[in-house]
Nanobody
Framework: QVQLVESGGGLVQPGGSLRLSCAASGRIFSIYSMGWYRQAPGKQRELVARVYNDGTTTYTDSVKGRFTSSRDNAKNTVYLQMNSLKPEDTAVYYC???????????WGQGTQVTVSS
């Protein structure tokens, strides 16, 4: 099995920054991509950012220019640097690891991010 442990969530004022981390461990034979999703109350879970093995990173439009995701392949860890946070960024953020392109992959337990004054 693969375990994903997220950290770094919390309460921050609008315009502030947070950095999320997600460390993967266990029986990891391959990693196609690692990424971040979020789910706000009453809304569907949405993709925020994904980092692929070739280094390509994709972002949802609402976070482009504000969020940056990166991977440390040696540590099987993915990061999400969130700047210029807005109240609408408030959600539970989930880490996701896909071993291949066709699998839904593994999920972390989620970390709460709240943006409020």
């Amino acid at each position: 099995q693969v375990q994903l442990v997220e950290s770094g969530g919390g309460l921050v004022q609008p315009g502030g920054s947070l950095r999320l981390s997600c460390a993967a461990s266990g029986r990891i034979f391959s990693i196609y991509s690692m990424g971040w999703y979020r789910q706000a109350p009453g809304k569907q879970r949405e993709l925020v950012a994904r980092v692929y093995n070739d280094g390509t990173t994709t972002y949802t439009d609402s976070v482009k220019g504000r969020f940056t995701s990166s991977r440390d392949n040696a540590k099987n860890t993915v990061y999400l640097q969130m700047n210029s946070l807005k109240p609408e960024d408030t959600a539970v953020y989930y880490c996701n690891l896909k071993p291949n392109s066709w699998s839904s992959g593994y999920w972390g337990q989620g970390t709460q991010v709240t943006v409020s004054s």
